[in-house]
């Protein structure tokens, strides 16, 4: 990159001269003597020339020959040259999108003014929202997640290699014991259960990964369900041979891309063995079978594995694109403070062009009506740990409706704290075919919007703010009709 960087550089300065002095690749060719087709090359950044070759390139175009091979670019370059130059493009694996680094370079060097203006709205928007390198690694990681429908059959393929080598029957509910006794024999782990939680400052940290010793900290506040995660993302990083990664869980620092996903690879393989394909397909297919939905059914599936409900819905994510053909739908995690009115969409995943409901950061209102938002209010008023509920939800604004399953828990971290963790199955063709409760009266049907703000719902009992939204845009469309109209009125003179 360092050596196609210079010749990029150099390429963009050279084009950028030549245009301001109004001359055309041929006028250039017959002023230097050089031929078209290599001034072209060395403009593209294919090529960059000989000291002589630059020599007469500066005095014909009347540059000093220190200007025309410094990397400094002017103010109208300069945010390419960043960009060129930047960890971003070293850090993130543009194969892995499909994106090659020489077709980077060749959209810079044929349109750098346009290039220019996009990245400079980039850089706007991400400042405007306080997008951070975090938030942009989140960001990709989810639209590598997304383009391929969330489904990776070779980490599959590893889960079962490794069941099969290591005689770990996926038939039965995996324990933290049995993941334990790999880590400590096969990997050389140490597992120390007491050091976190002398160190108040640590949090919500769940784990730490000391890699010199092998030493695994947990935090003595996790369930068997959190220790048996984290185990298996342990054994994901060691059998699939991942040196580059994080060492905390939930982490707090990186320091490339290939860490964040290589985080994924991990969780995605941790998901893979604790619930299996093949053994939730299975269940899912008794339930989809059935007239009626049966709560408890539901919830027992949940229960025949060793994973937090946030686990299992991640894990449906999965599986419902790959073994029900369900592709478009979306997950929620919201957090939820008791007795606060405050609602935080803080992870989410899109298999769908859809676009409700998303996060939103511009502090308005989530819907109310959401079962998402109803399972987090049941849950910090009662004393249940799990507090579950099932809903059709139907978006008016966009014409499309929803099946969502919604579960709520307590986060034992933080007093007073939950979380809802929600996936929603767009209804269509494919879902009334699959899912025979589609029809069971007892599933309550909701209109919703995503915020109170851009909600046209008249009659809400549980409105939060009004749609000053909307009413924006009714007034825009108005002053728009009225405008039309006066032309409409004085387009002829003689009126």
């Known amino acids: 990159m360092e050596e196609d960087y210079i010749k990029v550089i150099f390429g963009l300065k050279l084009k950028q001269i030549r245009t301001e002095k109004n001359l055309s690749l041929f006028g250039l060719s017959k002023l230097s003597g050089l031929s078209k087709s290599y001034l072209n090359e060395i403009e ?14 500066s005095d014909k175009l009347e540059v000093p020959y220190d200007q025309m091979v410094s990397l400094k670019l002017d103010k ?35 349109a750098p003014a346009k290039v220019n203006a996009f990245i400079s ?5 991400a400042k405007h929202y306080n997008f951070s390198r975090e938030s942009f690694f989140l960001a990709s990681v989810r639209s590598f997640q997304e383009a391929n429908n969330n489904y990776f059959d070779d980490l599959e393929q590893q889960v079962l290699k490794f069941s099969k080598a290591y005689q770990v029957d996926l038939n039965r509910k995996l324990t933290a014991n049995d993941l334990e006794e790999i880590l400590i024999e096969e990997y050389g782990y140490s597992i120390n259960y007491n050091e976190i939680s002398k160190h108040e400052a640590l949090g919500n940290l769940r784990s730490v990964f000391v890699p010199n010793t092998k030493t695994l900290l947990l935090a003595n506040e996790i369930d068997e369900a959190q220790r048996t995660f984290i185990y298996a993302k342990e054994i994901a990083y060691n059998y699939l041979e991942i040196e580059d990664r994080l060492h905390t869980f939930p982490w707090i620092k990186f320091n490339r891309f290939d860490q964040v996903l290589n985080n994924f690879y991990a969780s995605y393989f941790a998901g893979a063995m604790v619930i299996p394909k093949e053994e939730l397909t299975t269940q899912l297919e008794s339930i989809f079978e059935k007239e009626t939905f049966y709560k408890s059914q539901f919830l027992s599936m949940i229960g025949r594995f060793n994973a937090s409900p946030e686990s299992f ?9 790959k073994s029900f053909n369900f592709k478009n739908l979306f997950f929620l995690r919201i957090t939820h403070k008791a007795n606060s009115d405050k609602y935080y969409l803080n992870k989410e995943l899109h298999l769908s062009h859809q ?32 507090e579950f509920d099932i809903q059709i939800s139907n978006y008016p604004s966009h014409d499309t409706k929803y099946l969502v399953f ?24 494919q879902l009334e075919r699959r899912l025979k409760f589609l029809g069971d009266e007892g599933i309550k ?9 851009r ?41």
């Open 44 to 57: 593209n950044g294919k090529k960059y020339p000989k000291p002589d070759k630059i020599a007469t390139l």
């Open 76 to 110: 109208n370059l300069a945010p390419i040259g960043e960009l060129l130059q930047s960890k971003i493009l070293k850090e993130i694996p543009l194969e892995l999108f499909g994106i090659k680094e020489s077709n980077l370079i060749d959209i810079v060097s044929n």
């Open 121 to 125: 709205t980039i850089i706007e928007i």
């Open 313 to 321: 819905y991640q894990r449906l994510t999965n599986i419902l694109p």
């Open 355 to 386: 676009h409700s409901p998303r996060a939103n950061e511009t502090n308005e209102h989530y819907c109310r009506r959401w079962v998402s938002l109803k399972v987090l209010k049941d849950i910090s008023q009662s004393n249940s740990s799990h």
């Open 406 to 429: 919604s579960s709520a828990t307590k986060d034992p971290f933080r007093k007073d704290q939950f979380r809802s963790i929600s996936i929603g199955l767009l209804i269509n063709k």
């Open 445 to 453: 049907n909701r209109e919703v919007g995503v915020t109170c703000e």
């Open 455 to 495: 909600c046209a719902i008249a009659d809400c009992g549980v409105r939060q703010a009004p749609a000053i939204v909307l009413e924006k845009v009714e007034k825009n469309k108005k002053i728009e009709l009225i405008v039309e109209e006066l032309n409409a009125k004085f387009q002829n003179p003689l009126d």
